[in-house]
Structures are given as C-alpha cells and as structure tokens.
C-alpha cells in the first residue's frame, strides 16, 4: 500500500511539473466523469486527469509517460460521450484533457482556412468565422462542446458532400506527438520550420495535406482513435458563408424511391447539404415536437440545402431551386414525388438552424429517453436499401421496435460512398429496451458486413468482428503502431491494439 501510494504522490508530482500549475487532478468527481460513458465499454477509472496547456507540454508527457509505461488516453471533447474510445482500455491510465489548448491560431479568409488548438469547438469557432464571412461544413447537429478536430479525425460525416473531397476532408495539416515522443508537422507544414509563427512569416499557408515525398500522415491519424499521436494543432479549410439560404424537402414512402434522386443531384453537384433521414431521425432532430406533427411526418425525406454566394446570390439560389425540382420530376414520377418547402412541424428556416448550428442541451440523441446507441458504417448508394431493411429486421429481432430506430444517410466524397447511421433510444431504467438495443449494438456488424456494410469506423465490440475479416490489414496496421508508438501508451486496448 504504501509503495502504491508513493508511486501516485510521485507521479502527481510529476505530472504537476509539466503542466505548471494546478491541472492535474484526481478528484473522484472529475475521473468519475472519464470512467464510462454511453457505450458498454468496462468502466475503467483513469490514475489521473491532465490538461496541458500547450505542445511543448504535450511533448513531455508523452516522453513521461513512455519512461514510467503509463497508459495515455487523450481527450479534446466535452460530455457526453458514446462509443467508449475515451473510456481507459487499462488500469493506471491518465487522461490527457486537451481542452485548455483552444485558441484560433489564425483565419485567413483569402485562403478560406482556419488554423485551430484541439480544444476548439464548433460553437467556438463558427461564429468566429461568420466574423470574416467563412464557414465550416460541420457534422450533423454536433453537440456544443464536440471539438472540430476530433470530429474530424474519427471521420464524422460532414453535410455538404460536393465540398467532401477524402474522409479526412476538411482537415488538412497538423502538429502531431505522436507516442514514440517526436513531433512533426503533416501535409504542406512539414515543409518549413516547426513554428506555426515563422511559417506564416515566410508566407507559408497550412493548405496542401501532401507533405515532403507526397507523404500525408494524416492519413495513418484518421480514425485512429488516439492510438497513434496526439494533435496539438490543425488546419481546417473553410467555405464561403452564404449570403441567402433555403432547404427543400422531398417525401417519400420508401427509401427506394429516392435513390435515383439523390445519386442524380450527386452527379451533378447539386445542393450544399444533401441527406435522407427517416422520420424517426427527424423527429429526434427537431425535438420536442408536437405528438400530432411528429406521426405525420413521411416516412423517408430527402433534405438539400441551397445557397447563394457572393455575385447574383438569388439568382444563383433560384437556379439551383429550379434544377432540384426538376431532377425531382424526372426520376420521381413514378412514385408520386414532389418539392415540398416544409413538412409537417418542419419548415425551412427551422431545418436550416438543425444544419447550421449545435446542438442544444440536452443532446438531440438523448433528448428523446435519455441514452442511445448508433450503429454505423459505409456503403455504396444502391446497397443501402437491402442494408437498411435488413438492419430494421434485426432491430425488431432484437426486440426492438423497428419504427423507433433513427435512419441518417449522408453522402460522401461527392456521393462516391454514403454514412449510413442508425440511432437506437432508450430508457437506461427500462432492462428490457436497454437489453434489446445492446442485443442490435453487439451483432449489428457480424449481420451487415458479409452484406455490404463497411465498418471504416471499429468502436467497442465492434472491432473484433472487423479486424478478424482483414487478417493483412490488421498485420500492417499493429507493424505502423509499432514504429509510431513503440511501447503502446496512446490508448492502449482500442482498435487491433491490444
């Protein structure tokens, strides 16, 4: 006992010494808030949390915890949190909270980018950008403290899927720790001095991702889950913001029949934001909402957002209005479609702030019962009809009403490939739904894979199933952790990295 103790004061200590000052804590309270979150991972309670407050600070706790064998797990959002990849994978661990380090280093509008700490968030950051008449493409109604660099780094879908070049888009460059202790800096960054401050002077712009040698090392960090390195800043390419705005709406009985549609505005870059929700999801988005309105909601809706920019912005809007409408009538006659301009509860002024702003408190994914659990992968757009009915079977398989489950697909990479999501609430005091849920959470891949799901994204329970089908992949990628993080501190039990 009294060695364990020793070694705690010693370690605090420690840690003390490189944040410089009093952001170590091991209050209860505080790791409490690190030991679980909404997912089903073990709880494990960390050692210690830490908050640096810059990179050099990151560097040396890296470097500390390589020399001591503490495990790192590192942190940049706020509560809550779901898919237990910030829950401690071991015992003894400390939890790297990056949310002091949230300053905007920098917004250059002529280059339409913002260079940004890890700490930042999108309630943080887009009104700084509407300063300078810049935007960034966010998530889905992301919540108020979710840091855009995490966001972006675990691949969360992005909204507007002509401006989705790759899955690490809109990220660009990055300063990254990685566990071996070195730091570099990714992309066109990589090219100058190691200071942000003395690559601006020299007129260099953290633009182009492809560093010396074509090399984009933010490629081996998307997804990974902190596993690999720490980011202390990055560059994030921003847009126009619009000068006029308006979302459409097109029903529909069945997904089927907005298929052709919504790979047809794809093709010809139609629309900024552009998705299929279930009724479900809308629901949940637009919470609370009227009992009345909420049944009569269809049961598929395509949304897609217009906008006007700068030269003939109404013009511009009015055109794109006019191409939706009649892509519409061409491929939807079949089956009654049309362009509604609001549906019931729904109009456009209210989906636009669902797609251009945070959520409110609390959550929109837990507003409805209080928890939930997604299950999500990657698919191709004509597969996703079979996909979603054979995860709605499983769901009610699982004794979970298939009518509850909330569907979001969202178009990527110019609708090359498509997010498809589904969000299960529950009751967390209702052991029969919560078990259900758990039921579908757990075997959701080892059903959807062999037919077409792509798992891009292992969480929990999922990574086993989708490791296992990749025996080579999952060879290389635990040779790149060795190199990168020779002795498995960052996030040690997540992904293939036991």
Known sequence: ???????????????????????????????????????????????????????????????????????????????????????????????????????????????????????????????????????????????????????????????????????????????????????????????????????????????????????????????????????????????????TRKVVFVPAHRLEHLIGVCGRLQRLRLGEEVLLASGSLLASLMAPMREADRSELPPWTLVVGLAGRAMFPEECLAVQETDVREVVADLGREHGLEVADGLPGIDSDGMLEILTGVSAEPYWRLADKGDCREVFFNATLDKLPDLVAAALWLAEESGYPAADVGVYIQPQQQGVVHHCEFTLPFDPADADEAAAVRAFHTTAVERLAPAGAYFSRPYGPWANPVYARDGGSTAMLRTIKGVFDPNNVLNPGKLCFR
């Open 1 to 243: 006992m009294g060695n364990a103790i020793g070694r705690a004061v010693d370690a605090r200590d420690a840690l003390a010494e490189i944040v410089r000052g009093e952001h170590v804590s091991d209050d209860p309270a505080t790791l409490a808030g690190f030991t679980r979150d909404h997912s089903d991972e073990l709880p494990i309670p960390p050692w210690f949390v830490v908050r640096p407050g810059d990179e050099s600070q990151v560097r040396e706790l890296v470097g500390w915890a390589n020399a001591t064998g503490t495990p790192l797990v590192p942190v940049s959002s706020g509560p809550p949190h779901f898919r237990g990849d910030t829950v401690p994978g071991r015992p003894g661990a400390v939890v790297v909270d990056l949310r002091r380090m949230k300053a905007i280093r920098r917004i250059d509008r002529r280059n339409k980018l913002a260079v940004i700490e890890p700490g930042v968030t999108y309630a943080q950051l887009q009104p700084a950008l509407a300063a300078e008449g810049l935007r960034v493409v966010t998530p889905l109604r992301p919540r108020a403290g979710k840091s855009v660099i995490a966001a972006l780094l675990e691949r969360e879908p992005t909204l507007v899927p002509r401006y989705h070049y790759a899955f690490p888009e809109p990220l660009r460059n990055c300063g990254v720790v990685w566990g071996n202790g070195e730091a570099t800096y990714t992309g066109e960054a990589g090219y100058g001095p190691p200071s942000l401050d003395a690559q601006w002077a020299a007129g260099m712009r953290q633009v182009d991702p492809k560093g010396p040698a074509q090399t984009d090392f933010v490629r081996l960090l998307s997804g990974a889950q902190g596993t690999l390195g720490i980011v202390t800043w990055a560059s994030v390419k921003c847009t126009l913001l619009p000068e």
